[in-house]
């Protein structure tokens, strides 16, 4: 008996405290972000990319050209080695090593400068989305900003991805 009227009063307190947590929430002004959107909406984002683009051009030109050369050599070795002599076939692998190793020596920094570039742009970008966010949600009164990823369900009302979109395509 007792366990039962200890148990009852316990799912009272739960309900108590799950109604007022309600309420509470109920009186925040929530919104929900989609950054992914947001990046992907900014005109500042194809900027980015052609900026990118353009400072790696020639390097990425470069392994390119070298890549079609390996492919080329590869082939002629699969199609014309039955017919090569070993002297050919030596001289054509070594080719192929020494192009492999600049290959290597070439493509490695290049990726690895890329993408240090384009995450120090998306940083940049990534402040400008977070200025524009605190902005919004200090003008607007909101309580609390979650990601649209962190909500299972939002209202469109609630989303201010489009007002964010809006503000930073006006930054330079």
Same mark, same amino acid.
């Given at each position: 008996?007792?366990?039962?009227? %200890?148990? @009852?009063?316990? $799912? %009272? ?12 929430? @109920? ?5 929900? +972000? /989609? +950054?992914?959107?947001? !990046? ?11 900026? !990118? ?8 030109? /470069? ?5 079609? /050369? ?6 002629? =070795? @699969? ?23 600049? #290959? ?8 690895? /400068? #890329? ?8 940083? @940049?970008?990534?402040? !400008? %989305?977070?200025?524009? *966010? ?7 009164? #909101?309580? !609390?900003? =979650?990601?649209?990823?962190?909500? $299972? ?6 989303? *201010? ?12």
């Amino acid at each position: 008996m007792f366990k039962q009227s %200890v148990a @009852k009063t316990a $799912v %009272v307190l739960l309900a108590g405290l799950m109604m007022a947590g309600t309420a509470a929430a @109920k009186e925040m002004k929530i919104g929900v +972000v /989609d +950054v992914q959107s947001i !990046l992907s909406g900014l005109p500042q984002t194809t900027t980015i990319q052609n900026t !990118l683009k353009a400072e790696f051009e020639g390097r990425i030109a /470069d392994v390119q050209k070298l890549e079609k /050369d390996i492919a080329f050599n590869q082939e002629k =070795l @699969k199609r014309d080695g039955a017919t090569m002599n070993d002297q050919q076939k030596k001289t054509l692998q070594a080719e192929m090593e020494k192009q492999m190793k600049s #290959y290597e020596q070439m493509a490695r920094p290049l990726d690895e /400068d #890329y993408r240090r570039r384009q995450g120090e742009e998306r940083n @940049k970008l990534m402040g !400008l %989305v977070k200025n524009a *966010i605190d902005g919004i949600a200090a003008k607007d009164g #909101y309580d !609390l900003i =979650l990601s649209s990823q962190a909500a $299972v369900h939002v209202k469109p009302e609630f989303d *201010i991805s489009k007002a964010v979109i809006d503000q930073v395509s006006k930054a330079k």
